[in-house]
């Protein structure tokens, strides 16, 4: 079946723009999760949603960083005034519920210019 | 969630097994290990994952010591294409973790021709 999906794969931008990142996951998992990935280094969790609702937005850098599930489906992550440093690999997965193994989508590669 | 360590690198001749070492002495009794890979530029691809007993699937075998403290991944017939970042995470599947992954720096597996 479908795996998780990320749009778009890459995005440039400027400094100060805003960016819409999306996420779709599996059909049927209610669990998503946010990640981020600097240039080597691991992913670091973001922000898990179980449902519509956000349940640990805990990894959130700062109030720049925003995710919305309102659906309970797809998720966008969204970054006003981006700065250089938000430059990254943005990751997504989904599980059946909580607890549940996670799979990953492919990633959407942002860079600030 | 208990931290793990891991080689930074291991090498393999293709064809040979390979044996991903990871020590998590800090595990608790509710705490799964993970494994995790990323090949260059994708998202990470899930392996496997065990409580205490071995484990094997089609892509590799998880064993784990008796007293939880190290496990070793083995892929028993390693191609060129399994050369990868290997992460071994440590998760607490219910609880306020929420099953979010820690992923530390992995082991830079290469498969050799």
Redesign the interface.
Known sequence: GAG?SQTPSNKVTEKGKYVELRCDPISGHT?L?W?RQSLG?????LI?F?GTGA??DS?LPNDRFFAVRPEGSVSTLKIQRTERGDSAVY?C?S?LG??????????TRLTVL | DAKTTQPTSMDCAEGRAANLPCNHSTISGNEYV?W?RQIHS?????II?GLKNNETNEMASLIITEDRKSSTLILPHATLRDTA?Y?CIVT???G?S?????????TILTVHP
């Open positions: 998780v669990a999760y990640y280094q691991g992913p670091e969790f898990y179980q349940a640990d990894g990751l997965a599980s909580w607890g549940n193994t996670q799979y990953f989508g492919p990633g | 993970y995790y994708q998202g990470p691809q899930y994952h970042v992460y607490n599947a219910g306020t929420y099953g979010k992954l820690t992923f530390g720096q992995g």
